[in-house]
């Protein structure tokens, strides 16, 4: 990109980033993420600037592509996210008739030689 074409973005970020941004809050309710989405649309708008900045609404262009990071990110699993543990699971209590098909625990043990490996006789 030349020097026209920087200093072309240049102007349509600065006049367009805050714009960009509340589009961005009203999509995700939370103002870091919507600077961060905000971000990833201005880059990804950089690189495309070429063909953008000759079309007649690059502002709606702009906004698709914020849209379009806000789904991608959506789809992603986050780092904070837990997966989820099914909770009445862990309140029930053990059925005693499972557990009668399971081996005794000592007689599992007798199994194992005095080194720690199985015995297999």
């Given at each position: 990109?030349?020097?026209?074409?920087?200093?072309?973005?240049?102007?349509?970020?600065?006049?367009?980033?805050?714009?960009?941004?509340?589009?961005?809050?009203?999509?995700?309710?939370?103002?870091?993420?919507?600077?961060?989405?905000?971000?990833?649309?201005?880059?990804?708008?950089?690189?495309?600037?070429?063909?953008?900045?000759?079309?007649?609404?690059?502002?709606?262009?702009?906004?698709?592509?914020?849209?379009?990071?806000?789904?991608?990110?959506?789809?992603r699993r986050s780092s904070t996210e837990l997966p989820g543990i099914d909770a009445s699971a862990l309140e029930r209590r053990p059925d005693t008739a499972a557990?009668?098909?399971?081996?005794?625990?000592?007689?599992?043990?007798?199994?194992?030689?005095?080194?720690?490996?199985?015995?297999?006789?």
């Amino acid at each position: 990109m030349g020097p026209q074409g920087r200093e072309g973005f240049t102007e349509f970020a600065r006049t367009s980033a805050h714009r960009l941004c509340q589009t961005a809050y009203l999509l995700c309710g939370d103002w870091r993420l919507a600077e961060d989405l905000t971000q990833i649309a201005l880059e990804k708008l950089y690189v495309a600037w070429r063909r953008i900045e000759h079309t007649d609404q690059p502002h709606a262009h702009a906004r698709r592509v914020l849209l379009n990071a806000y789904l991608d990110r959506r789809r992603r699993r986050s780092s904070t996210e837990l997966p989820g543990i099914d909770a009445s699971a862990l309140e029930r209590r053990p059925d005693t008739a499972a557990d009668a098909d399971l081996p005794d625990v000592r007689m599992t043990q007798r199994c194992w030689s005095s080194q720690g490996r199985p015995r297999l006789w």
